[in-house]
């Protein structure tokens, strides 16, 4: 991926400010079809997993008091793993984007909700809503590229730092809730002196109190509770925090980074009308393609492409958007980024590792070693996914 | 017109007493309950208790209903089993009333017509379906044994003081025989010399008629009910030759906007407005001017506003979380603070304006945008 306007194949090129205006009107249209059937099926729906989620939670809780006993410590752990990625993705990420704000419910809605995850909900609102859905990959402006610690894009001046960046990828997997809290205080930026400093303190103590909150439910309480059982207890809170944490990295990675997927510079997006903006948002993020556990699992970022077009639709109506959505990208002759979970991840670490490089690296090597051929060597098509 | 002092306060502080734990207990409570919280976070324990009975709850009150019956041909009589939290009511009061209708909570507010102190713990709501009304005909068509609503604790100062008057008159029309209702069915026996003045487009409309009728054929109290199909309109004149000592009489109004008003005016006119108490179910809507562009601050939602809709309707469409209580300016529970423009009150067409950094207090049921403002919500 390069920022948009420099790829050699510019995706949108053959598209006339008219037609991007079209587009827009289309996906208007698919979105106020939904909002128009908006109703109690969809309260239904999140009402159904919020209760489904805290059951599975008590319930594996409950049966980790035994822990020691393997089976349950199975069982339970795999409970726990996924009542946290629930809780974090189809229920916590989506009520906090205000898709069910709709119910006028005060205990499902995005000013009232807080999740299991170490950023405190009304910081990760701010820098995921107001910054990484408004500057969807913009280099320089979304800090989801690559989290500010990796070179995501050829468009990164590379620097030695970068070769650690498949460490640093995977540390940031294990640790991703971790990871995720730190980047929402924003802390290079408060390091260049751009942030204010009481803000910043205040928020650190805020981030600091939840992680106290989260660690002694986790790794103090809930074991003691377990008595003999309490370290084998640990261990599974542990596991499924860990599995969590990578679950979910693996998913948003997906989201952005596979192959295929366009960035944009920060002048492209100046006085974007509202089809350009959806355009960035239909060539900024990439689907995984899959069955409704799936999409379930995934807190329906499965559907990453609608989610950006569409971020406070209910999630449980994406799969119902996409083919519109995928039948108007291929009207108007646009890649539809999409692939299997494995294939997906696949791609997203193959360019973590691919970019922790100079990026003529690899054709320089392969230069050395063959240079007698180079005359004959032609320029490699940019990599696509299969739409 | 006076605003008789209630005990609802008295009441609730009975029960709470009762249900305070003993000295020694309180520091092991509060132990376990911090323990909850901890083992909880980030829910709150109540939040699990609620998957297995949401009535269970001392934080949230909820109710269920137990019986839908038919009173007339658009009107129905609910009776709910209230959660553990209800602090009872004094009769006259109404209580607010959450449902989901269509996936999105609505509230409304309706007097209680129940007996005080059944067996099974119930209260009872009658509600009449207004043409194109989203709540009262969900409850009166579509509502079914099992619902669970939200609830609110009762309020409202339309009630009887503790020993009622010697001479009483109720003057209602419509569904606002129901918290006169309320009043009878656990007061009459207080009651000296009683007359129900009730108006209905006919007599198959008459909500309770069996029973109001039973009242009045054993001289309980006198009822004269007005059919204003055929005998028209209640009109200031009229009182006088169907009530001959009405200027005896301590009065409990309710009905709709043009009954009260006329009350009002006729009661106003002759300097009685002490004797005279009303409960409006809708304000009086008088002023509409030009809207503008409301802002929720604390909610970071903007969105257009007409000069008519109150902003509590505003900001509940565009999925804010409004504070709301009787939705008709009598109980501040709406009360936010206006940080910035102006909003006009419906009722009296005042304009009200704040200044960036001001924080003038407005009632959101009642306040339509005139012009660009921010409100606190
Ligand atoms: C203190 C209090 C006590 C109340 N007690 C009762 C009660 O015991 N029984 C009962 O049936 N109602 C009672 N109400 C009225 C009730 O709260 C609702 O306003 C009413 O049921 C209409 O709600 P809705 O959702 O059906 O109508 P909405 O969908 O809100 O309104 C639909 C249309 O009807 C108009 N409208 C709204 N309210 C009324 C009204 N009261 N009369 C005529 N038109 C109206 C609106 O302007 C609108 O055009 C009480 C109201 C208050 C404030
Ligand atoms: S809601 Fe009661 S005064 Fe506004």
Known sequence: MTAIQRLPLDPTAHLRAEDIEAIGRELDAIRDAVLATRGEADAAYIRKVIDAQRKVELASRAVLLVSLFPPAWLAGTIGLSISKILENMEIGHNVMHGQWDWMRDPKIHSTTWEWDNASPSSMWKHSHNQIHHAYTNVLGKDNDLGYGIMRVDEDQRWSPFYLGQPLWNFLNACLFEYGIAAYDLEIGKYLKGRKDKAEFRQQVRDVMAKIKKQATRDYVLHPLLSGPSALSTLGANATANLVRNWWTHSVIMCGHFPTGIATFTKTSIEGETRGEWYLRQMLGAGNISGGKLLHLMTGNLSFQIEHHLYPDLPSNRYAEVAPKVREVFERYGLPYVTGSLPRQVGSAWKKVLRLSLPNDFARKAVGAVVKPLASTATRAEPERAAA | ?377
């Open chain 2, 1 to 377: 017109m006076v605003r008789t002092l209630t005990l609802p306060v008295s009441h609730a502080d009975a029960v709470s007493i009762l249900e305070r734990p003993a000295a020694a207990g309180r520091p092991l409570r509060h132990g376990l309950s911090r323990l909850g919280r901890a083992l909880a976070t980030p829910l709150v324990p109540t939040d699990f208790l609620d998957l297995l009975d949401p009535l269970a709850s001392a934080v949230d009150l909820r109710g269920r209903v137990v019986e839908v019956r038919p009173e007339t041909a658009d009107a129905a009589t609910l009776v709910i089993k209230p959660g553990r939290a209800w602090r009872g009511h004094v009769p006259g009061q109404y209580v607010r009333i959450g449902v989901d209708i269509d996936g999105v909570r609505r509230w409304r507010a309706y007097s209680l017509t129940s007996h005080l102190g059944r067996a099974d713990g119930c209260i009872a709501i009658t509600v009449k379906a207004i043409p194109d009304g989203i709540v009262s005909n969900y409850l009166v068509r579509r509502a079914t044994p099992g619902l669970v609503v939200q609830l609110d604790q009762a309020t409202g100062d339309f009630t009887l003081p503790a020993r009622p008057p010697a001479h009483l008159l109720f003057i209602t029309g419509g569904s606002g025989i129901t918290p006169v209702m309320g009043m009878l069915r656990n007061a009459i026996d207080a009651m000296d010399d009683v007359v129900l003045l009730h108006s209905a487009p006919t007599a198959q409309d008459v909500i309770f008629a069996g029973e109001l009728r039973a009242l009045g054929g054993s001289g309980r109290l006198r009822l004269i009910e007005r059919h204003t199909d055929v005998d028209g309109m209640l009109g200031a004149s009229d009182l006088a030759e169907l009530v001959d000592d009405i200027g005896f009489r301590e009065v409990w109004a309710c009905g709709p906007t043009g009954m009260l008003d006329m009350l009002d005016a006729a009661w106003t006119a002759s300097g009685r407005t002490d004797v005279l108490h009303t409960e409006r179910f809708r304000p009086a809507i008088t002023a509409v001017g030009d809207g503008g562009t409301v802002t929720f601050t604390s909610s970071d939602v903007t969105v257009a506003a007409d000069g008519g809709t109150p902003l509590l309707d505003i900001g509940e469409a565009a999925g804010v979380l409004m504070p709301s209580g009787c939705r008709m300016g009598i109980c501040f529970g709406c009360v936010r603070p206006l940080r910035d423009g102006a909003v006009r009150d419906l009722r009296t067409g005042q304009v009200t304006e704040a200044i960036e950094g001001d924080g003038v207090l407005v009632q959101t049921c009642i306040s339509a945008a005139a012009g660009p403002c921010s409100i606190d919500v």
